[in-house]
């Protein structure tokens, strides 16, 4: 896995009211879970790698499947409304400590542009050891995501993206993608980004539109 590394980040364009401003979006307060959470997750990760990876007997599987229904019982009384768990609202963590993101950490982010380091996961496997190409456009959307926050725009949904698939992108390979506002017209903000490897390889590009919420918007 990729190693840690502490984030430089750039604030001085956010804008903290822009939720009472624009939109119908929640406002998203970051979450400092207990010591276990952290772990929980990557144990996580773990379970998805193996859950379409490994081939075992089928008395096998029927002792996993024992565990996980354990598991979905122990859980299941804790389930919370969208924003009250801390799964996506831990920014020390990769994705967030959400499953659904890609596990990769921000180490760079401010007005001018952010980057992200991280690599991408058996689960993530498309076939013949290259990474889903539908799992690029998720990575670019949440960066895209990111952009706008800290370039100082106001809450804003994905309009358009379109990803230019360059190389394969492989599996448990350190990789970069950085992303730049590149222009802004009213409620639009033009964004763009490269996935690249450790010798600079461009792997995919991707260029979206990100569109301010109207008031009513959700």
């Known amino acids: 896995m990729s190693e840690r590394v502490e984030p430089v980040i750039d604030l001085s364009a956010v804008d903290e009211d822009r939720y009472e401003k624009h939109g119908g979006f929640p406002k998203v307060v970051g979450a400092r879970p207990g010591a276990n959470f952290g772990p929980f997750v990557e144990a996580m990760r773990t379970l998805q790698d193996l859950a379409v990876s490994v081939d075992c007997p089928d008395e096998v599987f029927g002792r996993a499947l024992d565990k996980a229904r354990e598991l979905i019982d122990l859980l299941e009384p804790y389930r919370a409304p969208e924003l009250q768990g801390p799964a996506g609202r831990v920014v020390s963590l990769p994705g967030r400590g959400s499953l659904l993101m890609p596990p990769w950490h921000t180490v760079e982010a401010g007005p001018t542009g952010v980057r992200m380091r991280g690599e991408f996961r058996r689960y993530h496997l498309g076939g013949n050891s290259a990474v889903h190409g539908g799992v690029l456009p998720l990575l670019f959307d949440d960066l895209f995501g990111a952009l706008v926050h800290y370039a100082g725009r106001p809450i804003s949904r994905t309009a358009f993206l379109h990803v230019n698939y360059r190389k394969v992108t492989p599996l448990e ?42 008031p009513w918007q959700p």
């Open 173 to 214: 390979t350190p990789l970069v993608v950085e992303g730049t506002v590149d222009r802004v017209e009213g409620r639009k903000t033009f964004v763009s980004a490269r996935l690249r490897d450790e010798s600079e390889t461009l792997l995919a590009d991707c260029e979206g539109l990100m569109v301010q919420l109207l």
